[in-house]
């Protein structure tokens, strides 16, 4: 594919589509990003790095061929689910959690990492805070299967022994793990990403700050627009209609960044009557 666009004639080669062959060749060989890259015409990007890479191409140039999608995310699901570099994780996890939907998905929500029941399964967000979040997104107008769901940490955190309940990932674990959701949101390439909670808030981003104020307004990801709100948990256990109001507010935020129609239905949800 990378020598069909380099024989090209009309092959425009912008930065962001540069970007994009880089991260599609790093991610083929399993190895760091390519020193360099060049096509015809001698235009050479030097020194390529995974956080530059991760949101530059804008939608008009994005590549989104299933065809060639697919052999490379299974390939960074086979490393991820291989990894060992925790070894408290690997030692009491039942599975590895890599991530469940669609690879091409325009929308991206990122949790901080896998409960107990998602250790068991080996999906994200299948418990109760999951079903929640299933609602949500069909409430949205999607299917759980068109968006994609992912965490920060892909192997639930550890426990003491006797211990019951689900601990926060710690910066180490996440920082660890960072560089594997990279690579899945450069593969996906999202118009837009939700993050679940301040913990997702924090490994995404390094930021130590309370939910309410970063929620109902844009961060970015690289380019990447990513919204910040509750997560579904928080929804389980207050159930204010004004919390959940304001999730829904920055789901419709999220609908408007995307461009899809918001019928009077959804404008009024969880309103006061």
């Not at 299933?134 to 994609?148: A, L, N, P």
């Not at 593969?187 to 929620?215: D, S, Y």
């Amino acid at each position: 594919m990378l020598r069909s666009l380099q024989d090209r004639s009309d092959f425009r080669a912008d930065i962001s589509t540069l970007h994009r062959i880089t991260t599609l060749k790093e991610v083929a060989r399993g190895g760091e990003a390519c020193e360099e890259i060049q096509v015809s015409g001698g235009l050479r990007i030097d020194k390529i790095s995974h956080q530059d890479q991760i949101g530059q191409t804008p939608d008009h140039t994005r590549i989104k061929d299933p065809g060639a999608i697919a052999p490379l995310f299974e390939r960074l699901r086979t490393k991820v689910l291989a990894c060992v570099k925790c070894p408290n994780l690997v030692a009491s996890r039942h599975s590895v959690v890599f991530g469940t939907g669609n690879p091409s998905a325009e929308l991206m929500f990122v949790g901080e990492a896998p409960g107990a029941d998602e250790d068991i399964q080996g999906e994200p967000f299948v418990g109760r805070a999951g079903e929640l979040l299933t609602k949500i997104i069909e409430t949205m107008g999607y299917q759980r299967s068109e968006v994609y769901i992912a965490n920060v940490l892909k192997c639930r955190p550890d426990m003491p022994p006797g211990s019951s309940g689900n601990r926060q990932p710690t910066r180490t674990e996440m920082e660890t793990c960072l560089p594997y959701l990279r690579e899945q949101i450069a593969l996906i390439q999202p118009k837009a990403m939700v993050a679940l909670g301040a913990t997702a808030m924090r490994g995404l981003f390094g930021k130590e700050a309370p939910m309410n104020q970063m929620r109902g307004r844009w961060h970015f990801f690289s380019s990447i627009p990513v919204m910040a709100t509750f997560h579904p948990s928080y929804l389980l256990r207050n159930q204010a209609l004004s919390v959940k109001r304001k999730v829904w507010e920055d789901m419709l935020q999220v609908l408007e960044k995307l461009g899809h129609p918001i019928s009077e239905k959804q404008k009024n949800y969880f309103l006061a009557r």
